[in-house]
């Protein structure tokens, strides 16, 4: 009899503390991994008459600069898995402290920008929003700075449920227990593909999705 792989545990409300706030959730970061991605993203969404992305380095530390810097004072504090799950109009993801990052909860903001269900997600690798305009080099990165425990911020090429590209602000911090142990990571999403300022990349993705047929 093969033993099943096991699957990490969803948060209810019954494994928070009482004091927390849990929301009626619906539905970084892993590193590429060479697994079966879902049919809508088995075809190629790069256009050739596009060309490769941007680089991601070539101005991307004005971009960061030039971001809102709402919610910076929860990203540079000792968060808990606790606080993490606490409502909020960010698009939160919160994964497994160990490789591959599997996913155990979503909040309907998360939901709502990416298009999945919580059901679809649980236990899933971000690899799910990642496509053949997400930048690996970067993915390796902002790991390596994660598990160093350096702020990690960086932009990458996302899709959601269908294939429709965005361009991600992300920023990833670890959640901590009260030993100051990392028990979780958590990443905060915002589509800033049609902000005015920004890289290379946002030109490129409004490109990319015209050459999809979609709208902007």
């Not at 256009?47 to 004072?73: I, K």
């Not at 932009?155 to 992300?170: A, D, Q, S």
């Amino acid at each position: 009899q093969q033993q099943q792989q096991q699957q990490p545990a969803m948060l209810t409300p019954q494994s928070l503390p009482a004091s927390s706030h849990f929301e009626p959730f619906i539905p970084d970061i892993a590193l590429p991994q060479q697994q079966q991605q879902p049919q809508q993203q088995q075809q190629d969404m790069h256009n050739p008459l596009l060309g490769p992305p941007p680089r991601l380095d070539l101005g991307l530390d004005e971009c960061l600069r030039a971001m809102s810097t709402e919610g910076e004072s929860l990203m540079k504090a000792r968060v808990t898995l606790e606080q993490a799950v606490q409502t909020s109009p960010e698009a939160r993801v919160i994964t497994e402290a160990q490789r591959p990052f599997r996913i155990v909860h979503v909040n309907d903001s998360w939901a709502m920008l990416c298009g999945f269900q919580r059901q679809e997600v649980v236990g899933q690798t971000l690899n799910m929003i990642q496509g053949p305009a997400t930048d690996p080099n970067a993915l390796r990165d902002l790991v390596a700075r994660i598990q160093a425990r350096e702020e990690a911020r960086t932009m990458l090429v996302n899709y959601k449920k269908g294939g429709f590209p965005f361009l991600n602000m992300l920023q990833v911090q670890p959640l901590v227990d009260q030993e100051g142990v990392v028990t979780h990571y958590m990443g905060v999403l915002e589509d800033v593909t049609l902000k005015d300022y920004l890289h290379p990349l946002a030109h490129y993705v409004r490109d990319l999705r015209a050459s999809l047929g979609y709208s902007q």
